[in-house]
């Protein structure tokens, strides 16, 4: 079982562990006991799209903001699914996502691509696709943050915001 800080989106306050790209993939959590986050689309700059991993049975899920099926996701993961993994090994590091999606990897490694292969060739299910819309409200949430006047006091939720510089 996990523990109750595996569970809950506070885990988030723990500095990443590699910094990310985050005009690629805006925002990244293990919460709700799903990998979820929200992935640019790579074509259109307008559009982004809301996909999601569940622990356990790595049920799958891809849709746009507008809540428009993903046509990538039908059979397996799509490219944003592969790219929100990705992410989230930088952000949270190997070992805690595949802990956190209870994936065995067969041979002890743990990076992006065997978590990302080991969960596909399990021929995971589609998800449940009301979860989008909380992740999306939680994504606008943090990106108004964004408008907060400077201030010197820690907001932990800003943590997944890589620093740029080093504070005096
Ligand atoms: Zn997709």
Not at 3 to 19: D, K, M, Q
Not at 108 to 127: L, N
Request: hydrophobic share 40%; glycine share 8%; aromatic share 8%.
């Amino acid at each position: 079982m996990l523990s109750a800080w595996e569970e809950s989106s506070v885990a988030r306050v723990l500095p990443p562990a590699r910094p990310r790209k985050l005009a690629k993939v805006p925002f990244v959590e293990l919460a709700d006991g799903r990998l979820q986050g929200v992935v640019s689309s790579g074509s259109d700059i307008g559009r982004v799209y809301v996909s999601s991993v569940a622990a356990g049975d790595f049920a799958f899920t891809c849709s746009t903001n507008n809540n428009r099926p993903c046509g990538g996701a039908h059979g397996g993961f799509c490219k944003h699914i592969e790219a929100l993994i990705g992410e989230a090994v930088l952000q949270y590091g190997a070992e805690r996502v595949a802990r956190y999606l209870r994936v065995e990897l067969a041979n002890g490694r743990s990076e992006a691509w065997d978590i990302t292969r080991t969960m596909g060739a399990s021929r995971p299910p589609q998800g449940d696709k009301t979860a989008a819309a909380p992740v999306f409200s939680r994504f606008l949430r943090h990106l108004a943050y964004l408008e907060l006047v400077p201030t010197t006091t820690p907001l932990p939720e800003m943590q997944w915001f890589p620093p740029t510089r080093a504070v005096a």
